[in-house]
Structure formats: structure tokens, C-alpha cells
């Protein structure tokens, strides 16, 4: 491994803090509902819609961070056929010379 390459950013985590603010978050809207003695059902409904949209979100964050350029010189995705469809389509990275 040379030293040429700039340095890996670290990979997208969930701190401390940010699952406390989450957790709260969470109770506050169940301490909100209890508070207007909202029924269970709807209490159930509500968790489930929370649940998908932070799945959702978390899906959406890990397509755009996969969809980051590695800075390796690869394209993630598909790897290494998606070298060889560019080369196939006739776009090259770096084109060939033109003879003189």
C-alpha cells in the first residue's frame, strides 16, 4: 500500500448521543399520545409508521454513502463490470492516443 492515497473517511455510525436524542424523541411522542389518551391501536399504528421511516432513512443513507466513489480508482456497484461496459461502450477513463 503506497502513501499516495488520500486517507479512508470513517465509516457512517450512530454515537451515543444521537441514539439518546432518538430515544427521547421516541418517548416524548408516546408520553404526548399517552397524555391525550390516544388508544392503543392508534399508539401501535404510530409505532409502526416510525418504524418504517427511520428504516427508510437508514436505507436511504446507505445507498448514498455506497454510492460515494471509493477514491480507490473502483466504481462501487457493480465493480469490475462496470469497467468493462465503459470500455465496451467506448468511453475510456483515460483515452487511447490518437496515432500520428
Given at each position: 500500500m503506497s502513501n499516495d492515497q488520500p486517507p479512508r473517511q470513517p465509516p457512517l455510525q450512530f454515537r451515543l448521543r444521537t441514539?439518546?436524542?432518538?430515544?427521547?424523541?421516541?418517548?416524548?411522542?408516546?408520553?404526548?399520545l399517552?397524555?391525550?389518551?390516544?388508544?392503543?391501536?392508534?399508539?401501535?399504528?404510530v409505532l409502526i409508521?416510525?418504524?418504517?421511516?427511520?428504516?427508510?432513512?437508514?436505507?436511504?443513507?446507505?445507498?448514498?454513502?455506497?454510492?460515494?466513489?471509493?477514491?480507490?480508482?473502483?466504481?462501487?456497484?457493480?465493480?469490475?463490470e462496470a469497467k468493462s461496459d465503459r470500455e465496451s461502450a467506448g468511453t475510456f477513463e483515460n483515452p487511447p492516443e490518437e496515432p500520428k
Open positions: 441514539m439518546l436524542i432518538i430515544t427521547a424523541v421516541f418517548a416524548a411522542i408516546f408520553a404526548v399517552k397524555w391525550l389518551d390516544v388508544p392503543p391501536r392508534v399508539s401501535l399504528i409508521l416510525l418504524a418504517v421511516s427511520v428504516i427508510a432513512a437508514l436505507g436511504l443513507v446507505v445507498v448514498i454513502a455506497g454510492s460515494v466513489a471509493r477514491g480507490d480508482g473502483r466504481e462501487s456497484g457493480r465493480g469490475s
